[in-house]
Structure formats: structure tokens, C-alpha cells
């Protein structure tokens, strides 16, 4: 074949492959990366939602390896994923939760109605703590280690594969880390 | 079996239904839709005209996280409007662009910037768009230069031979 014609065939091969590789990246791009992780979980300071009396502080994250779940009762991929929070949950994982710009009653009658799995939740009200952990889209779920740092987020409902294949790899890991 | 009449009988009762369910629908109130609640939200004021085009700069500059291409200003994401706030809170406290910025990209990441930074990771995304148009540039020019020279060796000009024929063709003439 002649060079003028094989020239615009080679560009043509090399948008072929830009595009592809851009398409088969398309399913991860909704996946904002979290610059979040290897940092200490944000300063926060908030009334529970089981007890108003009580608060949930980011101090309570230190000490143990822990899940981090931002969960609201107006949150339909939430309630899928919540048989699974009370599964682990019952398997000893701890999770706490800030509930999400929700009405109290709301949250707390969803508690009572689909269990509560949570060690504590976080009533944030105005979100402002959702900001601070860059929450953009309920339900997100953070791995936590003992020191307090986020090492791993989620977003999105959590599905058994992310569990067992992600997750409690994970959280073994880090128990096993000093 | 049922007769055509019965089946089309049967299609208008069913539509008939869709729409009352319908209607009903729309009588429910609103607030039973899905969403986050929180307090009633009061417009955002400025006193000093400022601190709003900061804030205006600020809503175009960043993107609203829920519905990806849209900025701040456009969305009306209930997260777009916590961040419009927070930023407008931000700017009135006394901080600057540059400091609004870094808060939301310390959370969200550089995604939340419309303008990504300059950095080794974004270099293709600033300087490819100019090698292309370079690229293009070059490749033109050399084709130009490439028609001028054929032009200028003009294959339909004689040559010595030709006009020697030419000549004599003509003195015989």
C-alpha cells in the first residue's frame, strides 16, 4: 500500500485505541478518587443518633480498625446495602455511621426498622461533616486503622464481592499492623 | 377468547386506571419524594460586592460532584448548594480564592476543580491539545511547501528537447 494512505490509517489505529481505553476506563470515572486516604479521619464533634445526649467524635476512631459508613433513611442504594452492614456487623467488624441529613425520626425509625449495625451513628443534620469526609454521593464506606487514618474508601452500596475480595482483606491486614 | 371489541374495552380500562393512579400521584405532596432534609434555606446575600463575584468566580470555577458537568452555579444538587454555602461562608469570613479552593480540593479531591492544575499528571491535558494543533500546523505547511515546488518544476512546462522539436515544427511550417 502506498505511505499516503497507510498515514491517516495509522492515526486513525491510534484514536481507535484512545477511545477504547477511554471507554473501558468510563465505568470507574463516577469513582471520584478520595484524597482522603492516608490522611487522619477530619476533625468532627456530633450529637448520636440513638442518644442526643452522647456524641461521636473522630477520638472514637482511634484504637481499632473500623468501617466508617455515611448512610441516610432517604437513601434507597443504602437500604440495599444495609443487610450486609448488619451481616459483618454481626460478625464482630465494627461500624460506625454518620447519618446523613436526615430527620432524627426518620433515622431512627429506619434503625428500628431494617437494624441497627452501627457501634454509633453521627446525626450531621446540615451535612458539614459530610463535607469534611468529602461525602458527594450516600452510601460511601471508609476503612479506618488503629491510628485514626482512612486507608480505603467506598462509594457507592456496598456488594458482597467488595467485602470479600476488598474489605475484610483489608481489615485483617491492618488488625494485623501494630 | 376475547372478541377485538372486549381486548379494546379491556386497553381503555387499564389507561383509564394509569390515569387516575396518575392523578393521584400528583396529588401527593411533594416533600414525600425521596431527598435529603435539613433546614428551610435562606437565600445567599452579600453586603460587599467583593466577596460576591469571588463567590460567582468561585461557583463556575468548581464542579458540582453529584451531576459531573455541571459547576456549582448550574447545579441543583442539594450537595452543590451545601458547597455554594460553604463557600460563600468561607469567602465571608475573610478567606480568599485560593484558600476556598485548597478546603475543597483537601476533600473532593482535584476533580472538584474545572480549571485542573497544572502538574505532571494533567500535562497531557494542557500541552495536547497545542502539539496537535502544532503537529497539524507542520504537516500543513510541509504539504504547502511540497505543492509549490511541483508547481514551480511544472511538468507541463517544455523542456529543451520539446522546444527544439517545437521550433522546428514551426520553422517547417
Known sequence: MKKQF???LIIFGLLVVLLVVGLMKAKSVRDVPSPLIGKAVPEFSIP???DQEKVFSNKDLKGQVSLLNIWASWCVSCRAEHRLLNLIAGQGIKIYGINYKDELSDARRWLSAYG???VKSAHDITG????DWGVYGTPETFVIDKKGMIRY???GPVY???IDEKMLPMIKQLQAES | MLSTTMKK???SRILALNSIVFFILCLLPL???AGPRGQPKEPIVFENPQVESDYLELSEELRCLVCQNQNLIDSNAELADDLRREVAKMLKKGNNKEQVIEFMVERYGDFILYNPAFKAQTLLLWVGPFVLMFFGIFILLKKIRADKEEKNTDSSALSEQEKEKLYAILKNK
Open chain 2, 9 to 11: 374495552n379491556l386497553a
Open chain 1, 153 to 155: 474508601k467506598h462509594t
Open chain 2, 31 to 33: 416533600h414525600l419524594q
Open chain 1, 48 to 50: 448520636t443518633v440513638e
Open chain 1, 128 to 131: 458539614r461533616a459530610g463535607i
Open chain 1, 6 to 8: 497507510m498515514t491517516p
Open chain 1, 160 to 162: 458482597q464481592q467488595d
Open chain 1, 116 to 118: 441497627n449495625p452501627y
